[in-house]
């Protein structure tokens, strides 16, 4: 199994149970000094929709539950490769 698709499964594992609150944990623990030209950025492409849409198709039904080696898991795998690689991953 590749770096990415461990990735995934783990990722594919956790990202039901997170919410926007421990987003703000995680941020708020973790803090950054960003410059004002960084912070606007994000704030422009940081949104409730662009952090739920994920979560919200990985929990979707149609991916009946992503058990091991179901077509649900094969494409929440490949649904996380994909991002993975978009954003420079392997």
Do not use: H, K, W
Not at 55 to 84: H, K, M, Q, S, V
Request: hydrophobic residues 45%.
């Amino acid at each position: 199994m590749s770096f990415t698709q461990n990735v995934c499964r783990s990722m594919t594992a956790g990202l039901g149970s997170l919410t926007l609150a421990t987003f703000a944990t995680v941020a708020a623990a973790n803090s950054l000094t960003l410059t004002p030209a960084a912070e606007q950025a994000a704030q422009a492409q940081i949104t409730r929709n662009t952090l739920e849409a994920p979560i919200r198709f990985l929990a979707d039904d149609l991916l009946e539950g992503r058990g091991p080696a179901t077509r649900g898991d094969e494409l929440a795998l490949l649904y996380l490769a994909n991002e993975l690689r978009s954003m420079g991953g392997d």
